[in-house]
């Protein structure tokens, strides 16, 4: 009897030392082909398995998107799973955003992952089977202040992954959301070396505030990006995949939120971010 064919993997937002990244390279040990996709070739360098191919694909594009999943299904004729990470943080007071700001945060958080999985979605109806796995936040669970756009943003995705998973289930589709916490990954720190409000933001006495909220993901106890990739891998390869999983630094603190009286854990964040500014 024949092995089963490798399973080929497309995924987003693969930057180095990424959560996308580490996705790749454990994919790849376990033996699938996997399709690393970024704005930019160059950001994706220091890949160590041969079945790992780059492609460049902006996700907010719908040219980009049909262009690689064409391409990626003439070479290997179909697409198994999706993963979804392509993403970015929205920090800033809501009421200094500008629309403009707004919309690139939707664009990359929530409408990202519906014009790519919409792109491959045909293929897998075609063969009754496929996963699509959307990374989510805790910030899509509990808003927080200075992130709420970026908690809008993943909370829509949140529903659309829920949604997409009772209207696939017909087909013999997954839909999975994983959830992180705390993991450790360049993408606060990168945005938190740029960071400035404006000199005549009503907000400036709390941009230290903002910043350490980019920060988070740096603490020490939020879980090494590489383990983080290890066990979401082995969930989606395991036969059955589970439709939500949760894991990082404060992952389970913030599902308890979820029991709690809404304004209680409202005004626990309101402490932790804003309080020692009052």
Not at 95 to 113: D, P
Not at 162 to 181: A, Q, R, T, Y
């Amino acid at each position: 009897m024949l092995p089963p064919a490798p399973k080929v993997v497309l995924i987003t937002g693969c930057t180095a030392g990424g959560i996308g990244f580490h996705l790749c390279e454990q994919f790849a040990e376990r033996g699938c082909i996997v399709y690393a996709t970024s704005r930019r070739l160059e950001s994706m360098e220091g890949f160590k398995h041969e079945k790992i191919h780059t492609m460049v694909m902006d996700v907010t594009k719908d040219d980009d998107v049909q262009t690689v999943v064409q391409k990626v299904l003439a070479d290997q004729g179909k697409i198994d799973i999706v993963v979804n990470n392509a993403g970015a943080l929205a920090i800033g007071p809501i009421g200094e955003v500008t629309m403009e700001q707004v919309r690139n945060a939707f664009e990359l958080n929530t409408f990202a992952a519906v014009r790519v999985s919409n792109a491959v979605i045909p293929s897998m109806v075609k063969y009754q089977e496929g996963l699509i796995i959307n990374i989510g936040s805790i910030a899509g669970i509990v808003t927080t202040p200075w992130n709420t756009v970026y908690c809008a943003a993943k909370a829509a995705l949140h529903s659309i992954t829920e949604g997409l998973s009772m209207e696939l289930k017909p087909f013999g589709i997954n839909v999975m959301l994983v959830v992180p916490g705390g993991v450790k990954s360049n993408i606060s720190k990168n945005h938190a070396s740029m960071f400035k409000l404006p000199p005549n933001s009503m907000y400036k006495d709390y941009e230290e505030r903002m910043i350490e909220r980019m920060n988070l993901a740096a603490n020490k106890d939020s879980m090494p990006t590489d383990e983080f990739a290890k066990q979401v891998v082995e969930k989606a390869l395991c036969g059955a995949p589970p439709p939500y999983m949760s894991l990082g630094w404060n992952a389970r603190k913030v599902a308890w939120y979820q029991w709690l009286p809404r304004q209680y854990v409202l005004g626990l964040m309101y402490k932790a971010m804003c309080e020692n500014n009052t």
